[in-house]
């Protein structure tokens, strides 16, 4: 595989949509997709994340999509991503019901490609594909009604994005590469975190391709201890422009409520906070490298690290629905 086009590569595949204007459906459709955000009226299978009571008592079943299931949302992981625990977390937030299949690194392309995408997070729904976070964001916002994760003040929505697009584009991947320049040669821990959930045969697969997954991710996302220390610090960075917008006393990022903005940050800072609370699969904090945890604790001790430790605390379980 091309390591370029491995790792946080944008793609630009169908059901791909502009902000605030997802991708096109027909009307039958949109009827349906209305209904998307009310488990009651759909297939009551599937693994479905987070707390909602209505999620509970499912069994979990493996489902292609077929004519009779197709508005039953299918979410394509990775069990450590922590953009895909973005588009989990808005999933549980929408109270929308979903299948979640998480697969192994690298054999991940096995389900990304066969939907049209390559990077997980992949969401099924509705007889479209979304191979972005922002996308899936952005889709089920409007597919619910609207005004949920994105205001409807224009304002406040631009505000939103703009936030949403620093994180996406500035704080996943360096948090990451700093994360991964950590643990890389920590293998044990690695194969634990990177086999959770996923299809007995890639968990039995995946000690066979380690090295070459590894190898991989250092090529892809050109780690090096210059590069992991330049992460470092423009983690840093970022956490000190949250720092100063929370200054006020504000309780969210923007506005008065939970938007996108605050569940991205929360979400993809996870590598540089191990949040308790985290959906994806991760480490214990006191079985990483001393160094990591040293840095770790820093940054949780930052107006940023708290305010993203009390999201995960008051707002992960939290639903629209009861909100
Ligand atoms: N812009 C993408 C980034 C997603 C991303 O970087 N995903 C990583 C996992 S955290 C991935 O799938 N990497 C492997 C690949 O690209 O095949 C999004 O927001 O969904």
Same mark, same amino acid.
């Given at each position: 595989m091309n390591e370029k086009a491995f790792y946080g590569q944008r793609d630009t595949n169908?059901?791909?949509?502009?902000r605030g204007h997802p991708a096109t459906f027909g009307a039958a459709d949109q009827k349906a997709e209305k209904s998307g955000c009310s488990p009651s009226t759909l297939p009551q299978f599937g693994r479905y994340a987070g707390s909602?009571?209505?999620?509970?008592a499912v069994t979990v079943r493996t489902t292609p999509m077929t004519n009779d299931n197709v508005h039953l949302a299918v979410l394509i992981t990775m069990p450590h991503s922590h953009y895909s625990e973005k588009a989990r977390w808005a999933l549980d937030r929408l109270s929308v019901p979903y299948q979640e299949q998480p697969h192994a690194p690298l054999l991940h392309r096995l389900a990304t490609t066969r939907n =049209? *995408?390559?990077?997980?997070p992949l969401l099924l729904h509705g007889g479209a594909h979304f191979t972005d976070s922002t996308d899936i964001l952005v889709h089920m916002d409007a597919v619910c =009604? *609207?005004?949920?994760?994105?205001?409807?003040d224009a304002g406040l929505r631009r505000e939103v994005e703009a936030l949403e697009t620093q994180f996406d584009e500035e704080l996943g991947p360096h948090a990451r590469r700093w994360a991964y320049a950590q643990l890389l040669s920590e293998r044990s821990l690695l194969r634990q975190v990177m086999t959770r959930g996923v299809p007995q045969l890639e968990a039995a697969l995946l000690p066979v391709i380690m090295p070459g997954v590894i190898r991989l991710i250092r090529a892809a996302l050109k780690i090096t201890p210059q590069s992991a220390a330049r992460s470092l610090e423009r983690v840093r960075g970022i956490f000190k422009e949250v720092d100063a917008r929370l200054d006020d006393g504000r309780q969210f990022l923007v506005g008065e409520r939970f938007t996108a903005a605050d569940l991205t940050f929360a979400a993809l800072a996870a590598p540089v906070l191990f949040p308790t609370?985290?959906?994806a699969a991760y480490p214990a904090l006191n079985d990483v490298p001393a160094a990591m945890r040293t840095e770790v604790l820093r940054l949780r001790d930052t107006a940023a690290g708290r305010f993203a430790l009390r999201l995960y605390v008051q707002?992960?379980?939290?639903?629209h629905a009861v909100a």
């Open positions: 169908v059901g791909r949509s502009v909602c009571p209505m999620r509970k =049209g *995408g390559s990077s997980v =009604g *609207g005004d949920l994760l994105y205001p409807r609370g985290y959906r707002e992960r379980d939290r639903s």
